[in-house]
């Protein structure tokens, strides 16, 4: 990428940062509601720690950083720099304050703009890039850490009004897949993360996938139907959650009864034919797929090792070992079934501020598990 049009990304992915957090006070950025998430302005700091260490120390390896201790503060687990401040005391660091860390944002862009104004080697420029992808995941794990500081909140703080969501029922069917040898990863010579390298052939049994998500109104079926309070549906380590948190729903709604859940929006109403969010990963997944066994199109009874006969089968389908290979087939593979067997979202585009659209993540982009929240057990930054 050109300095002029990489400095032009660099520009807008950070505004798109502040903008976020333009909703929010100081208090809102600075708290913290559970170990596993992190405080608004930490985020803010930590994606300029990414290009203030990564960046500006590898052009200059003598660099001193004008703000002392930030280099430890901010550091979330590259273990490499150096120590870390500790995630789970994260709601701690009051000092600097917010404005301050928006100074030190700014003074950072300006190096790093006055650097784009030269030329660079080509690593240079890859890792702004890549500070730049960094950054927009940060930017999803804000909306998700936000979404369940406000939850928490008995008040149901509205972050942002949403749009209207059109909730239209589309039925289940399945698609067939033949499997075969795919491709699995990119050669492609634009960004990719490092764990996308290197391209490389992967077997794929022959498998079925529903055309599209599991809804909200066939999760509460399940959860309704005593699915929480059923061993059988749920992996060992899952259950074990289950009865350690006394889980009865999915994270976000209100109650059993389905109806409403938390959102970014503040309370809403549930769309039953929206796909289901916050579910477990050890139980009820959304991905809608199963192998067919025999190689055929399964258009006979599935086996009974996958299926618990009274569920709807996007349901039933609750173990899927070849899901991580199937949707790199889908992705990836881009001709005949691949095209067909593209989930098809059963309701309008989310919203475009909504946590659950990690597009870089296999498994938050199937079962909008991003905002799972006090139920996930995430590996973050
Ligand atoms: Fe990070």
Redesign the pocket.
Known sequence: MMNALLAARFQAVRRDSEDLIAPLSAEDAGAQSMPDASPAKWHLA??TW?FETVVLETLDPAYQSPFNGFRVLFN?YYQGVGPQFARPQRGLITRPSLAEVMHYRAAIDAQILQTLSHALHASVLGLIELGLH?EQ??QELLLMDLKHLFACNPLGPVYRDLPPITDIETPLHWLAYAGGVVDVGTSAPTFAFDNERPQHQHYLAPFSIANRLVTNREFLAFVSDGGYHNPAHWLADGWSTVQREQWTYPAYWRDARGQEAFTLGGWCPLPPNAPVCQTPMRAGRAPVCRPNLNGNTPHGSPPRRWITPRWPRAIRARRIPPLRGSSSCLTKSGSGPAVLTRPTPAFGPCPAWSPNTTASSWQTSWCCAAGAARRRQATR?
């Open positions: 930590h994606t990414f979330s960094h995941q940060h930054g």
